[in-house]
Each structure stands twice: as structure tokens, then as C-alpha cells.
């Protein structure tokens, strides 16, 4: 068994890290951080798992990399930006292979991330060396990694959708409109006003705008499979789910459609490249130009990302639709997913 740690394994990434790796074949958890639940074991803070041995065993610690990397070989950061960067040095220095689930190495460009998060790069020596945690993409340099950056869940749910697509010569680069709607656990746990039931029951509300922290990302992948700067409008929303993204890109076609005849070959090109491209992916599922469209439903607690489009002829556009769970595509599973690859392991194992 491969020990791993999780430090910050009280938020919601950490817990669901928690769950998938007390079911996973080959690894086994070691330690866990928490500043807040230092000294309780997972059963007494997740009574959810205290079915499981290892969760009466394993108490939480104070995060600190010397511990770690004596005790594991793989740890999972679910820490905010900044605090991840701070632990990933040290367990780096001592050998210890490191999953990032923050934002703190996603971005190649010191200066793209102060000007998103508004402070210098704790780190910037590590920025070149990070690899960024999108399997589909990044498959090859993820298992030769010592540093993976775990794809963030918006840039998930819009990149898997339109990188083949650009890579492909179908869509223009520019002109890239996103919409997307987040379940409130996207927020972290934590207390703010903004997040508690009576506010977001009932409710939605865009956030974020016009330069939320995860276009920097969307925009770096984008101008690399374009080969071109890509600028794209990403507009947010808040809903009353606790988990699940449902995002519609907005994309102008490279061939001009303007009937029911255009906008069906365009429409077959579109099918022929996401099979070219996904086919034989296991967590892609493609509905295609059909009745069936993605719905947060089909991927609650799974590590899919479902892809459906529709053609429009009166607009000439591309509308591509896509849904993902946050918490496991857009975090923890695809994290999961990596470290599989990371480990030389089929990148299903834990995840069926």
C-alpha cells in the first residue's frame, strides 16, 4: 500500500479526498491536517466513515512537511492559494511527490498571478516545473511529475469542451463566451454570509465578474492549444446545489452556417474531433447533437464530464454544453485520477 496524505482534509475537497481514498485498492491514508481538528481522529470529525478502520486510527495533525514526507510518499494539498504553496516547497525539498488542489501553480507566469491574486508567487522557481493536473491533456508529463496542479473546477468544465476544438481548426480563437452554474460548495467551507442556506436557497446570483480568478488559467490553456493569445468572457453563477457545474459556451464556427444543411455537417465535424480526441477517455461521455443534453444529475459523485452541443443556424454558432461534479472532476476525483497516473496505476483505479 502507497501511504498519502491530506493536508486540509476538513474542507469539503479534503473530505471527499477522504472518501475516495478509504476505498482505494492501493493506497492507504497515513496522515491528515487540520488545524481546527488537530487531535481528533476522521471517525470523530466524518462519523460518515467510521465504518471504515483506518478512520479511527488516523488522527488529525497540525500541518507540518517534515511530518509528512516521513510518513508519505504522496501528499494532496486542499488548501487555499498561498497556504498550498507554503507546505509544497518543503515536502518538495524532502522528496515527497505533491498534488496541488489550490491555484497556487496552475499559472506558467509570476506576473498573470498577481495580477489575478493580487500578491507575489511564494514560489515562483516551482511555477516551470508544475505540470497541470488535466489528464486528457497533460496525460504523459502528469506520471514523470513531481508537482501536479490540479486543474480548478470552472477551467475543468470549460476546457475539456473546447481544447480539441481549437487544436482542431473548428472555432475561432476569439469570441470565446462561457457561462457557468456552480453548487455553493464550490465556495470551500467556510462561514460567510454570502454562503449560508437563507442566502443561496432559492436564489441565484452571478459572481465574480467580469475577471474572475480562474480565467487566468482558462485563458493560459486556451492560447497554448490556439497557439495565439485567447482573451474569452466567463461569467459565473451561484445556484441553490450543493454540487455540480453546468456550463454553455458560446463559440463561432471557423466555416460559416446558415441553414439546417450547414449547421449538420459542422455538427458532424464537431462529433468527428470529441471522438477523435475522447472516444476511448473513461470519465468522457459525449452525447452529441441529440435529445439528450448534460444535466448535473448524470455526474453527481462521479468523475465524469458529460459533453453535448447543438448547432445554431440562425445565430452560426456553436453551442457546447458541459456538466461535471465540482467536488470530483472539478477537484478531488481528478485529483484522484492523477495520482493514479503519477503511481503507474490504471487512472480508473478508486474512481468506477
Not at 210 to 216: I, M, Q
Request: charged letters at 20%; a negative charge.
Amino acid at each position: 500500500m502507497i501511504k498519502v496524505a491530506i493536508a486540509g482534509a476538513s474542507g469539503y475537497a479534503g473530505e471527499e479526498l477522504v472518501r475516495l481514498l478509504l476505498r482505494h485498492p492501493e493506497v492507504e491514508i497515513s496522515a491528515v491536517t487540520s488545524r481546527q481538528h488537530a487531535g481528533k481522529t476522521l471517525a470523530e470529525v466524518f462519523p460518515k466513515f467510521g465504518h471504515f478502520e483506518a478512520a479511527h486510527r488516523v488522527p488529525f495533525i497540525l500541518p507540518d512537511a517534515e511530518v509528512l514526507a516521513d510518513e508519505v510518499e504522496y501528499t494532496f494539498l486542499a488548501l487555499p492559494h498561498g497556504v498550498a504553496a507554503e507546505l509544497a516547497v518543503p515536502l518538495l525539498e524532502k522528496g515527497c511527490r505533491v498534488l496541488d488542489l489550490s491555484a497556487d501553480f496552475r499559472l506558467r507566469s509570476p506576473e498573470v498571478y498577481k495580477e489575478f491574486y493580487g500578491k507575489d508567487h511564494p514560489a515562483p522557481e516551482l511555477l516551470s516545473e508544475a505540470v497541470y493536473g488535466q489528464p486528457e491533456t497533460y496525460r504523459e508529463q502528469i506520471r514523470q511529475a513531481r508537482l501536479v496542479a490540479c486543474a480548478g473546477c470552472y477551467p475543468t468544465s470549460i476546457l475539456v469542451p473546447t481544447l480539441p476544438l481549437l487544436k482542431s481548426g473548428l472555432i475561432e480563437p476569439q469570441g470565446i463566451i462561457a457561462d457557468s452554474l456552480s453548487g455553493v460548495s464550490g465556495a470551500g467551507r467556510k462561514a460567510d454570509l454570502g454562503y449560508i442556506y437563507c442566502e443561496c436557497n432559492e436564489s441565484a446570483r452571478p459572481y465574480g465578474i467580469p475577471k474572475h480568478r480562474h480565467l487566468s488559467e482558462i485563458e493560459q490553456e486556451l492560447s497554448l492549444a490556439a497557439g495565439e493569445e485567447v482573451v474569452m468572457q466567463f461569467t459565473p453563477h451561484l445556484i441553490p446545489l450543493n454540487r455540480g457545474i453546468l456550463t454553455t459556451l458560446y463559440l463561432n464556427p471557423m466555416m460559416e452556417v446558415h441553414d439546417k444543411e450547414s449547421a449538420a455537417e459542422f455538427s458532424s465535424k464537431v462529433e468527428d474531433v470529441y471522438r477523435q480526441f475522447y472516444d476511448q477517455e473513461p470519465f468522457i461521455r459525449i452525447d452529441g447533437d441529440s435529445g439528450i443534453l448534460p444535466d448535473i444529475k448524470n455526474v453527481v459523485m462521479s468523475n465524469v464530464i458529460e459533453l453535448g452541443w447543438k448547432v445554431d443556424p440562425r445565430t452560426g454558432r456553436l453551442l457546447v454544453l458541459s456538466t461535471i461534479d465540482n467536488l470530483m472532476r472539478g477537484a478531488s476525483g481528478q485529483a484522484v485520477q492523477c495520482m493514479n497516473l503519477m503511481m503507474g496505476l490504471p487512472e480508473t483505479t478508486g474512481l468506477m
